[in-house]
């Protein structure tokens, strides 16, 4: 009877114990254990996405584990393929804190013998491959007063709840540069928090996607930071660490989720149009039905509700540029309907003014127009936030005025 053929089995497996050089020794002498001849082998390893040089392929343990004891803070993940034993391949993700592992499968010698030895040494519980292909939960908040510092507080904490030592799969802000939209990406979460520490409110959308073991957990705001959204494997009744993790100060409200289903940072369509027809159209269609026809009422929505855009006074826009002489900035606006309609200028409408120096110093007033900001020489970016609308954002550049001008654009 000819001789059945060995098949292989794959398993995953979260490592719940802590990983360190101690714990990885102990890892690797247990594989070379199942090995007939532990020579036969080759080694990859994976560097972090900052290194210059990703892979480093050995052909003798000795040589892997002395790379690897030297470079260990930057691993991130070792692959061992076996030529003559029943692990043929065993993958450790260092930063994941995962381990998939290949075995031989073979009526004299079932996998489940080496799958026992492992769990028998070591903390492992059964995970999937992709966590976040199984997302399980998403919150949304609104924010009340957006904080990049209270930011990275709140994702710090979550970070080290979903720990240890969470690995950074995907970070990055967005800002402008003139009207091109710049994208910073980071690869570590120390650049990730420096950053949102060292450039106060200056940038736009953020996201950050954190992994340890199958756990993982993407965070993302918009750019105009009103709302927080967290997506995550973690089921609902277990979210409450990262509910619980994000600073008072943000002022952050609960509202009730609504995923898209995009990968990560999709955002939700507005019913901005719709809830302001359906709160004030309908009564004023009722008022006027015996005037207009069912076709008319669309033409009727629009006059009476059309979108309106933000138009700043002063400092005088040149596209996304503006100059001001003077010590002291003046910020003026109102709001225009994009078409002829019931509705007057408003020129009495709030707004949240930020004026942001080249060091990422913000200044912020709330009010009604116009504000003044006290102002050097300099170039400035200066954002202008009325509730509803997309924020307006300009660079300023401040000269100083001679003895012969006042405070004012450039003649």
């Given at each position: 009877?000819p001789q059945?053929?060995?098949?292989?089995?794959?398993?995953?497996?979260?490592?719940?114990?802590?990983?360190?050089?101690?714990?990885?020794?102990?890892?690797?002498?247990?594989?070379e254990?199942?090995?007939?001849?532990?020579?036969?082998?080759?080694?990859?390893?994976?560097?972090?996405?900052?290194?210059?040089?990703?892979?480093?392929?050995?052909y003798?343990?000795?040589?892997?584990?002395?790379?690897?004891?030297?470079?260990?803070?930057?691993?991130?993940e070792?692959?061992?393929?076996?030529?003559?034993?029943?692990?043929?391949?065993?993958?450790?993700?260092?930063q994941?804190?995962?381990?998939?592992?290949?075995?031989?499968?073979t009526p004299?010698?079932?996998?489940?013998?080496?799958?026992?030895?492992?769990?028998?040494?070591?903390?492992?519980?059964?995970?999937?491959?992709?966590?976040?292909?199984?997302?399980?939960?998403?919150?949304?908040?609104?924010?009340?007063?957006?904080?990049?510092?209270?930011?990275?507080?709140?994702?710090?904490?979550?970070?080290?709840?979903?720990?240890?030592?969470?690995?950074?799969?995907?970070?990055?802000?967005k800002?402008?540069?003139?009207?091109?939209?710049?994208?910073?990406?980071?690869?570590?979460l120390?650049?990730?928090?420096?950053?949102?520490?060292?450039?106060?409110?200056t940038?736009?959308?953020?996201?950050v996607?954190?992994?340890?073991?199958?756990?993982?957990?993407?965070?993302?705001?918009?750019?105009?930071?009103?709302k927080l959204r967290?997506?995550?494997?973690?089921?609902?009744?277990?979210?409450?660490?990262?509910?619980?993790?994000?600073?008072?100060?943000?002022?952050?409200?609960?509202?009730?989720?609504?995923d898209?289903?995009?990968?990560?940072?999709?955002?939700?369509?507005?019913?901005?149009?719709?809830?302001?027809?359906?709160?004030?159209?309908?009564?004023?269609?009722?008022?006027?039905?015996?005037?207009f026809?069912?076709?008319?009422?669309?033409?009727?929505?629009?006059?009476?509700?059309?979108?309106?855009?933000?138009?700043?006074?002063?400092?005088?826009?040149?596209?996304?540029?503006?100059?001001?002489?003077g010590?002291?900035?003046e910020?003026?606006?109102?709001?225009?309907?994009?078409?002829?309609s019931?509705?007057?200028i408003?020129?009495?409408?709030?707004?949240?003014?930020?004026?942001?120096d080249?060091a990422?110093?913000p200044?912020?007033?709330?009010?009604?127009?116009p504000?003044?900001f006290?102002?050097?020489p300099?170039?400035?970016?200066?954002?202008v936030?009325?509730?509803?609308?997309?924020?307006?954002?300009?660079?300023?550049?401040?000269?100083?005025?001679?003895?012969?001008?006042?405070?004012?654009?450039?003649k």
């Open positions: 009877m059945e053929l060995p098949s292989e089995i794959e398993y995953w497996y979260d490592v719940e114990d802590h990983i360190d050089l101690d714990w990885f020794e102990r890892y690797i002498n247990q594989i254990s199942f090995a007939n001849n532990a020579e036969k082998v080759r080694i990859e390893v994976w560097m972090c996405p900052a290194a210059s040089t990703r892979r480093t392929i050995f003798t343990s000795a040589e892997a584990r002395v790379f690897i004891t030297s470079e260990w803070p930057n691993i991130e070792s692959v061992i393929t076996q030529y003559a034993g029943k692990v043929r391949q065993s993958l450790l993700h260092h994941h804190h995962y381990l998939r592992i290949r075995i031989d499968e004299e010698l079932p996998a489940s013998q080496a799958v026992a030895a492992l769990q028998k040494n070591f903390k492992l519980v059964p995970s999937k491959p992709h966590p976040y292909k199984y997302r399980k939960s998403s919150i949304e908040f609104e924010v009340g007063q957006w904080s990049p510092k209270d930011f990275g507080i709140g994702v710090e904490a979550i970070a080290k709840a979903i720990g240890p030592n969470p690995y950074l799969e995907n970070a990055f802000v800002s402008f540069d003139g009207e091109i939209e710049r994208l910073t990406p980071f690869f570590t120390e650049s990730f928090y420096e950053y949102l520490n060292r450039r106060a409110s940038f736009g959308e953020v996201s996607q954190l992994r340890a073991r199958s756990i993982t957990v993407g965070i993302s705001s918009p750019t105009d930071h009103k967290i997506r995550t494997s973690i089921p609902p009744e277990k979210v409450d660490p990262l509910i619980d993790a994000w600073p008072s100060t943000l002022k952050l409200k609960q509202v009730k989720a609504m898209t289903g995009d990968f990560f940072t999709g955002s939700v369509p507005s019913e901005k149009d719709e809830s302001k027809w359906m709160k004030l159209g309908v009564p004023i269609a009722t008022a006027l039905i015996t005037a026809s069912v076709t008319s009422m669309v033409s009727l929505k629009k006059a009476i509700w059309p979108e309106q855009k933000l138009i700043l006074v002063s400092p005088k826009q040149e596209g996304v540029n503006s100059a001001w002489i010590k002291r900035l910020v003026d606006w109102y709001l225009q309907p994009e078409q002829p019931f509705r007057n408003a020129k009495d409408v709030s707004a949240v003014v930020s004026l942001t080249q990422g110093q200044k912020e007033v709330s009010g009604k127009p504000v003044i006290d102002v050097t300099g170039t400035y970016n200066l954002a936030n009325v509730e509803g609308l997309p924020t307006l954002r300009m660079q300023v550049k401040v000269d100083r005025p001679s003895a012969e001008t006042s405070s004012g654009p450039p």
